[in-house]
Every structure is written in structure tokens, then in C-alpha cells.
T-cell receptor, first 112, second 107 residues
Framework: EAQVTQNPRYLITVTGKKLTVTCSQN?????MSWYRQDPGLGLRQIYY???????DKGDVPEGYKVSRKEKRNFPLILESPSPNQTSLYFC???????????FGSGTRLTVV | TQLLEQSPQFLSIQEGENLTVYCNSS?????LQWYRQEPGEGPVLLVT?????EVKKLKRLTFQFGDARKDSSLHITAAQPGDTGLYLC???????FGEGTQLTVNP
């Protein structure tokens, strides 16, 4: 089944403890992207990748890192999480951006 | 960042009514996409429009891309409770989203 898989689905962590949210797609898509969704603020892009080793900042990249060492994986790294990073995170991928994206099921992160 | 404005932000209607949601911008887009999102789940692509003036239909949903490719609309005919959800427009290959329209269809 063609899909974008995020893990974990839920995560509660403490301030300052490094964490990684994984994202993997099995559709050989070039484009991948990370978003956070907060009430009243909509979906905001964190980072974007057009291909392996090609990444670019989105609208809210501060406090996040990404890597794209292989086409299928696009992990999101929080080096030192803070409570303002508590949010619902989505990974998405696309063969060609204009054709539309497939989203993962989301990761609900709580930083205390 | 390309700014997309959706209206209305919230819409609550009765089953069987028709509705239209709008997505506007001052920028020209190569394409525009519409997604529907259920609570706690990822958005699901409904349609992509590419050509100015294009109209696409998906059962009771009709999508239109403006002639100048700066705006789009989503029209739902005879809304049903199953249409309830957050409707999002998104633009460009980098996928910048509007804030969405929360639709509630009451039985």
C-alpha cells in the first residue's frame, strides 16, 4: 500500500531532550515536507526537500533540523525541544509538487 | 511565502444545503490543490487544478480555478453530514496552505 509512515504517533517528552520523528514513504517520491498544525494558525511548513541532499527552510524552521540522505526517509530532529514545540506534526510527500501530496497520519508531540 | 486567504473560516449548515468556500491570493499559481482533513488525521488530497478557468467535479463537489490563476472555489451541492471536516486550499509545488474552512453539516 502506497503510504507515508510517521513514527511515533504520540510522544510526550521533557524540555531539552533531543528527539527524532521519523518519516518514510514507499512511493519513490522526490518531494517531501514537514508541517506543524496549531489551533488558529493552520498548517505551517517547517522544512521542505526536493530531492536527496536538497532541503530548504519553510516558514517556521527555528528549533528544527532535517536530513534527506535517501529518497524514502525524511526525519525531523528537535535538538532541544521546548514547550512551544508542542504541536501536531505532519510529514508529506509528492512525486511532483504540483500533482498533490500524500500525508502521514501525524505525530502529536507534547513537550513538558 | 505566498499568502492564501480562505473564507469563510467556519461554516455550519443543515443537511441538503449548498455551500461555497473561497480561496484567494494576490499571487499567480501554477497549480492549486484542495484537501480535506478529519480531526487528528492528515489532509487528504481532493483535487488539483492547473489551468486557468478549469472546472473539476468530484461527485457533489465542484472545484474551479480562476481565469487569472489567483483564486479558486469549492462548491458542495446538497451537503451531507459526511462532508463535515476542514477544507484546505494549498498552492505551488512547495504546498503553502490557507488557514482552512471548518465545515459542519448538521443532520
Amino acid at each position: 500500500e502506497a503510504q507515508v509512515t510517521q513514527n511515533p504517533r504520540y510522544l510526550i517528552t521533557v524540555t531539552g531532550k533531543k528527539l527524532t520523528v521519523t518519516c518514510s514513504q514507499n512511493m519513490n517520491h522526490e518531494y517531501m515536507s514537514w508541517y506543524r498544525q496549531d489551533p488558529g494558525l493552520g498548517l505551517r511548513q517547517i522544512y521542505y526537500s526536493m530531492n536527496v541532499e536538497v532541503t530548504d527552510k519553510g516558514d517556521v524552521p527555528e528549533g528544527y533540523k532535517v536530513s534527506r540522505k535517501e529518497k524514502r526517509n525524511f526525519p525531523l530532529i528537535l535538538e532541544s525541544p521546548s514547550p512551544n514545540q508542542t504541536s501536531l506534526y505532519f510529514c508529506a510527500s509528492s512525486l511532483a509538487g504540483v500533482l498533490g501530496y500524500t500525508f502521514g497520519s501525524g505525530t502529536r508531540l507534547t513537550v513538558v | 511565502t505566498q499568502l492564501l486567504e480562505q473564507s469563510p473560516q467556519f461554516l455550519s449548515i443543515q443537511e441538503g444545503e449548498n455551500l461555497t468556500v473561497y480561496c484567494n491570493s494576490s499571487s499567480v499559481f501554477s497549480s492549486l490543490q484542495w484537501y480535506r482533513q478529519e480531526p487528528g488525521e492528515g489532509p487528504v488530497l481532493l483535487v488539483t487544478v492547473v489551468t486557468g478557468g478549469e472546472v473539476k467535479k468530484l461527485k457533489r463537489l465542484t472545484f474551479q480555478f480562476g481565469d487569472a490563476r489567483k483564486d479558486s472555489s469549492l462548491h458542495i451541492t446538497a451537503a451531507q453530514p459526511g462532508d463535515t471536516g476542514l477544507y484546505l486550499c494549498a498552492a505551488s509545488s512547495r504546498l503553502t496552505f490557507g488557514e482552512g474552512t471548518q465545515l459542519t453539516v448538521n443532520p
